[in-house]
């Protein structure tokens, strides 16, 4: 995979790799590689370039591969409490980019873990967990790259109780400094502290868990 960062394929940058099955290319606008670049590489070897941009590619110069297909990318973060099905792979707390057919709708399987349930679901930024059925989710036709962000919570953990203790309490309120501050958390439960549910961990969440702590002291006083 060659990311849009480099800005030039020099001449005998690949060639001879003849065990080379597939070029992803990420220009939306390619540059001419250089002559020879990619002189005896594998009659089967396949050109991968973004949606929309095959003709821009041949007309750049790049008619040397005898295959070149369009494709979108699809990032798939998962965090952990479950798992996230795509193309025969099983994504467990991680996360991976994988190429997939343009226009074609496909299907991601999604499942929590005993004790686990599905959180948030995310598609490009587009909250879409009510799309999900039965475990499944069914993307139609894309036209575009992706990004697939799956969120499971730990049924027994309460918002704000980020170390998962069963107490929210100021103990919480250091752990989402720490993360803040990039020091070490053993039990750090990223959609917990995500208070504001902007899917980011920040001095925000930390002041809006601090007025709730305030408010439940408050309200217990009075009783």
């Known amino acids: 995979k060659i990311p849009s960062s480099v800005s030039a394929v020099e001449g ?5 790799c003849s065990n080379l099955k597939s070029v992803i290319v990420l220009w939306e606008t390619p540059p001419t590689p250089k002559e020879g670049a990619f002189s005896g590489i594998s009659s089967d070897c396949y050109l991968y370039t973004p949606i929309g941009t095959s003709t821009q590619y041949f007309k750049a110069g790049w008619d040397m591969f005898n295959y070149l297909k369009e494709a979108g990318l699809i990032n798939i973060v998962v965090n952990k409490g479950g798992k996230v099905t ?19 709708s496909f299907n991601v399987n999604i499942a929590a873990d ?17 799309d999900v059925e ?21 049924e027994n953990i309460e918002m704000g109780d980020v170390n998962g203790d069963g107490v929210t309490n100021v103990t919480d309120v250091v752990n989402i400094i720490n993360n803040i501050l990039k020091a070490e958390n053993t039990d750090f439960h990223d ?3 995500d208070m504001n549910d902007d899917d980011v961990v920040n001095v925000t969440d930390a002041v809006i868990l601090i007025h709730e702590i305030l408010n439940e002291s408050s309200k217990a006083k009075k009783r």
């Open 114 to 130: 005993d004790g686990y349930c599905l959180k948030k679901v995310k598609l490009n930024d587009v909250r879409i967990e009510n």
């Open 86 to 104: 795509y193309n025969d792979e099983v994504l467990a707390d991680k996360s991976k980019e994988f190429v997939y057919a343009p226009y074609k």
């Open 191 to 193: 959609w917990s502290a």
């Open 134 to 154: 039965d475990g499944l989710l069914f993307i139609e036709e894309p036209e575009e790259n992706l990004t697939l962000s799956v969120v499971f919570a730990d």
């Open 12 to 16: 005998m940058a690949f060639s001879g």
